[in-house]
């Protein structure tokens, strides 16, 4: 069993930055891909970004791809997204996830890869 928390969301002008964190449970947190998702009001949840177990691959989705850094701490349980030059198209609620199912050899992007999530948190951009 995994719980994830996600913290760090707020409101922030547009281009202006935010650190997500999500805080993990689990004594194998070094063992799983972790991803972030975001889903804005009326629209369906999409892929953000992904890291590797050991935090040596990461994937970025290409509407964000040159405005974010997605990091991990293994020795703390937490995964981290840092999101640079806001927009307010960016504004979501933003979910982490975990895929801890055994035989993954690839960054996941689909939300069905992962197998735990967080409750999100609320990032507003204004203009």
């Known amino acids: 069993q995994v719980q994830l928390v996600e913290s760090g969301g707020g409101l922030v002008q547009a281009g202006g930055s935010l650190r997500l964190s999500c805080a993990a449970s689990g004594r194998t947190f070094s063992s799983y891909a972790m991803g972030w998702f975001r889903q804005a009001p009326g629209k369906e949840r999409e892929f953000v970004a992904a890291?590797?177990?050991?935090?040596?691959?990461?994937f970025y989705a290409d509407s964000m791809k040159d405005r974010l850094t997605i990091s991990r701490d293994n020795a703390k349980n937490t995964v981290y997204l840092q999101m640079g030059r806001l927009k307010p198209e960016d504004t979501a609620v933003y979910y982490c996830?975990?895929?801890?199912?055994?035989?993954?050899?690839?960054?996941?992007?689909?939300?069905?890869?992962?197998?735990?999530w967080g409750q999100g948190t609320r990032v507003t951009v204004s203009s």
């Open positions: 996830a975990a895929d801890t199912r055994p035989g993954t050899f690839r960054l996941p992007t689909r939300s069905y890869e992962y197998d735990y």
């Open positions: 890291i590797s177990s050991s935090g040596g691959n990461t």
